[in-house]
Structures are given as structure tokens and as C-alpha cells.
């Protein structure tokens, strides 16, 4: 259908958008500083270079790159409501849904952008800094850690485009997405672990007969999407300020090759769909919510 | 002339205006707002304007006439009624009026980050216009509205003027058969108004162009509308060509003359006229007779000062300016 064919045009305006706009380079240069000093001191030394490094990564990815998804998506509608440019963009031969999907799908291209770049970079750092030879075999998993991650951030990328469908304007999308940011990646542990405490009426600190506690924590630990990319990545909850698990699965993520990736789907498979379906839920949710606002109202 | 092959050939693949008579028609069309449609915004809306027209909608804040507009172009349905916009239903074929449409909305926003050529290079590929007609249709768009200084220029620093005339290049961008403008000259100074009201009558003249305005500034409907709406609280209260509008009046509050009366003086002209069946009031201004009469009565008065040997060296009528006319209709109604 000839106004579908908008919805790429919106894609393709978008995308170019994000890879000029000043805050986004600097956003992913310092993303790329940060991985490459991690992934360089991870390789020093250990025959491991490789898997180790990327378990470092994967901490550095579920706690800071969410702010990457956060900037791509924050001010996506909320910009050009203020500007009065969504006014003149629905003048012309455009669906709404054409709007959403094309500034979605712009950002999400964006992403799969940054991911590259990221992916290569380590790469490159580790087997430079450890002269260690990248098997072909470890290959796939390298490629499923890139789709987990991208998974991990189109999250926050759809929370930050819901947030700037239901908020007037981008000063207060950006506070919302970054209180969201603080509690998912950042004091989730603490927040599930004193609410786990009032619950069971156990003290944290206190080691024996903590059972009931620990499983609470740990099914509460779910309701994190950190804790699902953690789990798919290095095998290990995640456990962000304060936070305990007893969570231990036999797989140590996508980078165990004492294990076949067969076994790693078996062991995780929960966890990835969960990284699947977060973001569709949340992108859905986006699309049913600006379809159904009253955005002609902000014309005169 | 290969360009003006493929152009032709887009132009046949283009959507085609399905009426001859009206490019827009409504039917008492209505719209609400509010949790249990408290505010009626429009009630039965009744409109027909001719193709090649230039409508003025004019009203008071909140009259309806940004929601009228809404409707015309699909961004909001109506609550009942119906409409039509060059034969396309303004509910079931929303995009094909946007195809032939354009506008230039209160309050526009553009890409502040881009050109003004990127920027209209972005509207020309929602409608699919071929690259190399499309480069050249921008150029020739910024010409048209005076900004071919500025098209390499980030429209960020383009003054208000600028800006508005930028809007009407991007509203015309489809080549447009009808034109929608809110308050196309709000904002801006004097001259650049001027300039914009020209542009609008010059696209309108050479090449035909409905356009739907809508303005407070009684001016410049005055000076570029065939014809008028005026709309308050929802409600059209009156329509028609300036001069309709003041027959509304003359017929109600009778006619105001003013007369230079040569070779003979004032009070005997005065005598004269005033025996003349018709008119209600006279008063000597200065060198100037000024007189109210019921009706037209024009040639009465002609004849009656020619037989008393006088000659009229001027005989005009107070015509009331059309912010006159608005301000009295909306006190009326």
C-alpha cells in the first residue's frame, strides 16, 4: 500500500536524525571508550580472553547501555508535538500508525547500528590486546550475545518511546526514563530484597532458614528485564544494588563452551522469550496509546 | 523534456478530484468535546465553496473554525453530519483529500535540524514524487515563496516570515488543487504579511487553487476573499461575498451617503434631499453632506439636485468595512 511505503520514509529520516544528532554520538563514543577499557583489561593474561571479557561487558551493558535505548527513544513524539512539526507531518498523506512504526522502526535500525559497532569494537580490542585467535565456533554464540543485547535495550528504546507518547514534553519523558532506568538496572536488588524482607519477616543478613526469602528474591528478581538479560548472557541473576539471588543455573550464559548451545536454549529459553516479549508488549502498548490520543488537539 | 513526459505521467497516476462544482461541502456537520460532549465545537456546519475560490472563515476564539478545518482534512471525526473535500469523504477517504490537499496549520512546526530543502524533500517522498521532479518542484517552491536565498539554510534560523513562507512551500509541495491556511499571516510584520497575502492570490489566480482560510485579520480577508463565513460558538452565522454581507445591512439599517454638492450651497442641497422620500437623516460635515436613507436612492437624489441646477462632484456610500460588519453580526447573533 502506497502510504506503508511512509512508514520507511519515516524510518529512513529518523535514523539519519539519530546518527547526526549531537547527543547520540556522543552517547555511543563513550559507550565505546568504556567497553573498550573493559574489554582490554578482561583480556590480559587469561586464556579465556574472549568469554571473560564479554561477561564484563554484559554488566556494563545491562546497567549503562539502557541509557542508549533511553536516548533514542525518549523524545520521539513529545519533540515534535512541541515543535508543532507533528502538526504539519498529519497534513500530509500519513496514517498515525505509519508515524509510530516509522519512528520505531528508525530507532530500532539505529540500535542494531550502535550494537555493531559496539560488538566489533570489543572484538577487536580483545583479540588485539590478547592475541588470542577468535574460534569460528564461538562465532554464533558472539552473534546470539549481539541479539540478546539489542533484545535487552529495544526495551528501554519501547519504554522510552511510551514515555514520550504519554508525557507533554522531553524534559519530563527523559525524568520518567531514567526513574525507570534507576529502578529496573539500578536499586531493583534493594527494592526486592526489603520488600522480600517485610514479606517473610526475615532479615536480610541473617543466613539461616532463609529459604522462603531467597525464592521470594528470586521470583521477584524476575519482574527486572537486567535479570533476564543476565541470566541469557552470563548465566548469573542480576544483582543490581543490594540485591541477593540463590538463582544458579548449570549453564554460565552464552558463553559457557563447556556447554553446547543446545543445552544453553534448554537451561535459559524462559529468559530470552522474556527479552522477546518485553519489547513487543511495550512497543504495542506504544502504538495502542498514541492511536487512541487526541494528538490533533495540539492544533490551535 | 523527458522530465515533462514523466511528469505528466505521475499527474495521471495521481488521484483526481471527483466533483466539478464544490472542492469542499459540508452537511450539518457537528463535533463535541468533553467526557460527555459538553462543548460543542461545531453544530451543523452547512459549507460549499466553489472550486477556485478563496474562502475566508472568520470568527471569534473558539469558534470552531481550527476544528472545522480538523474535520475537512480528517485529523478529527466528526460527531454527525457529513463532508466532502474535492468529492473524497472526509471520514472513509481521509488520505485521498490529503493527496490533493494542503495545508499550512496553527501552530507549524518543521525539522529545525534540516534544510529547507531536506525538509521538503522529506514532505515530497511522502507523496512519492519522482527524485528529479521533486528537486526541481522544491526549487521552484522556494523561488515562488522567496526563499531561494535560503534553501541550503537550516530552517532553525529562518525568522517568522520566513518561516510562514516556508509553510506555504511545503503545504503546496502535492500541488495542491485546495489549500488550507490557519492564520497564515499571524506573526508577522506588515510587509511580510503583504507579501504573503500576494502569494496566496497569485496561486489562486494563475494556477486555481481553492483556498480555505482561515485569519483574524479582517484586512487581509477583506482584501484577498471572494467570499465569507463567519462562525461563532459553532454556529454559521452568515455567508457570503462582502458585499452580501453589507446587503444584510443596508436592508436593516438603511444606507449612509456622503455628497459634494457644487453650484449651490450646502443648505439648499440640504432642503433638497431631504424632502426626497427615503432618507431618515441629514448633516452638514464641513464641505460634506452626509445622509441616511432607508433604501438605494441613488438616482432620486441625482435627479433631484440636477433639476435644482446643482452638480454632484461626489456621491459615495459609507460602505462598512468588514470589521464593522464582523463585530456587528457577532453582537446581532
Given at each position: 500500500m502506497e502510504t506503508d511505503r511512509n512508514v520507511f520514509v519515516i524510518a529512513q529520516k529518523e535514523f539519519a536524525d539519530n546518527l547526526w544528532s549531537p547527543r547520540f554520538i556522543v552517547l555511543i563514543l563513550a559507550f565505546i571508550v568504556i567497553v573498550f577499557s573493559i574489554s582490554w583489561h578482561s583480556g590480559i593474561g587469561s586464556g579465556q580472553a574472549i568469554s571473560r571479557g564479554y561477561l564484563d561487558l554484559a554488566q556494563i551493558v545491562s546497567l549503562f547501555l539502557p541509557f542508549i535505548g533511553i536516548t533514542l527513544g525518549f523524545d520521539a513524539i513529545c519533540k515534535e508535538r512541541e515543535a508543532g512539526s507533528l502538526n504539519v507531518l498529519l497534513t500530509h498523506p500519513i496514517y498515525r500508525d505509519n508515524i509510530i512504526a516509522g519512528k520505531t522502526l528508525g530507532a530500532m535500525l539505529t540500535l542494531a547500528l550502535v550494537i555493531f559497532i559496539s560488538i566489533f569494537t570489543v572484538l577487536g580490542s580483545m583479540l588485539i590486546e590478547s592475541g588470542a585467535k577468535f574460534p569460528l565456533l564461538r562465532l554464533n554464540r558472539l552473534l546470539i550475545f549481539a541479539i540478546l543485547t539489542y533484545l535487552y535495550l529495544s526495551i528501554f528504546l519501547a519504554l522510552g518511546i511510551l514515555g514520550s507518547i504519554v508525557t507533554k514534553n522531553a524534559i519530563k519523558s527523559l525524568i520518567y526514563n531514567i526513574a525507570s532506568w534507576l529502578i529496573l538496572c539500578v536499586v531493583f536488588g534493594m527494592l526486592i530484597t526489603t520488600t522480600a524482607s517485610i514479606i517473610t519477616?526475615?532479615?536480610?543478613?541473617?543466613?539461616?532458614?532463609?529459604e522462603r526469602f531467597l525464592e521470594l528474591n528470586a521470583d521477584f528478581q524476575k519482574l527486572s528485564p537486567s535479570h533476564h538479560y543476565a541470566m541469557a548472557v552470563s548465566?548469573?541473576?542480576?544483582?543490581?544494588?543490594?540485591g541477593v539471588s540463590s538463582e544458579r543455573p548449570a549453564v554460565q550464559g552464552i558463553f559457557d563452551t563447556e556447554h553446547t548451545l543446545g543445552q544453553w536454549w534448554n537451561e535459559l529459553w524462559i529468559n530470552v522469550l522474556i527479552l522477546i516479549l518485553t519489547p513487543l508488549f511495550l512497543i504495542i502498548m506504544a502504538f495502542v496509546t498514541f492511536l487512541r490520543q487526541d494528538i490533533s488537539m495540539d492544533m490551535g | 523534456m523527458n522530465m515533462e513526459i514523466r511528469s505528466t505521467e505521475l499527474e495521471q497516476n495521481k488521484i483526481k478530484p471527483?466533483?466539478?462544482?464544490?472542492?469542499i461541502e459540508t452537511l450539518n456537520l457537528s463535533k463535541s468535546f468533553g467526557k460527555e460532549k459538553?462543548?460543542?465545537?461545531?453544530?451543523?456546519l452547512n459549507l460549499q465553496v466553489k472550486k477556485g475560490e478563496v474562502f475566508g472563515f472568520i470568527g471569534p476564539n473558539g469558534a470552531g473554525k481550527t476544528t472545522t478545518m480538523k474535520m475537512l482534512i480528517g485529523l478529527l471525526e466528526p460527531d454527525e453530519g457529513s463532508g466532502k473535500v474535492e468529492g473524497f469523504d472526509i471520514v472513509r477517504e481521509v488520505i485521498n483529500i490529503r493527496e490533493q490537499t494542503g495545508m499550512l496549520p496553527e501552530p507549524a512546526g518543521f525539522y529545525?535540524?534540516?534544510t529547507a530543502r531536506q525538509n521538503l524533500r522529506f514532505y515530497a517522498k511522502l507523496y512519492n514524487i519522482e527524485p528529479d521532479i521533486r528537486e526541481k518542484r522544491i526549487e521552484n517552491l522556494l523561488e515562488t515563496v522567496g526563499l531561494a536565498h535560503a534553501i541550503e539554510q537550516k530552517i532553525g534560523g529562518f525568522s517568522t516570515g520566513m518561516r510562514k513562507r516556508f509553510g506555504l512551500a511545503q503545504a503546496l509541495i502535492n500541488e495542491p488543487s485546495v489549500l488550507f491556511l490557519d492564520e497564515?499571516?499571524?506573526?508577522?510584520?506588515p510587509l511580510g504579511a503583504q507579501r504573503m497575502r500576494k502569494l496566496i492570490k497569485d496561486l489562486n489566480k494563475s494556477k486555481g487553487v481553492t483556498v480555505f482560510l482561515s485569519s483574524h485579520s479582517m484586512e487581509e480577508v477583506e482584501e484577498i476573499c471572494d467570499r465569507i463565513a463567519i462562525i461563532s460558538k459553532g454556529k454559521l452565522l452568515v455567508i457570503g461575498s462582502i458585499e452580501e454581507l453589507r446587503d444584510i445591512f443596508r436592508e436593516k439599517e438603511g444606507i449612509h451617503y456622503l455628497l459634494e454638492i457644487q453650484e449651490l450651497s450646502l443648505t439648499e442641497a440640504a432642503k433638497i434631499i431631504k424632502n426626497t422620500e427615503g432618507v431618515n437623516a441629514l448633516e452638514i460635515q464641513d464641505r460634506t453632506l452626509r445622509l441616511h436613507a432607508k433604501m438605494n436612492i441613488r438616482t432620486e437624489i441625482a435627479k433631484a439636485i440636477k433639476k435644482a441646477g446643482g452638480t454632484i462632484s461626489m456621491f459615495e456610500e459609507e460602505a462598512m468595512n468588514l470589521q464593522k460588519l464582523f463585530l456587528k453580526i457577532i453582537e446581532e447573533k
Open positions: 519477616g526475615h532479615k536480610p543478613l541473617d543466613l539461616d532458614d532463609n548465566g548469573r541473576p542480576s544483582l543490581s544494588w543490594l | 471527483r466533483t466539478d462544482e464544490f472542492a459538553e462543548i460543542r465545537a461545531v453544530k451543523n529545525d535540524n534540516l497564515p499571516t499571524s506573526g508577522i510584520d
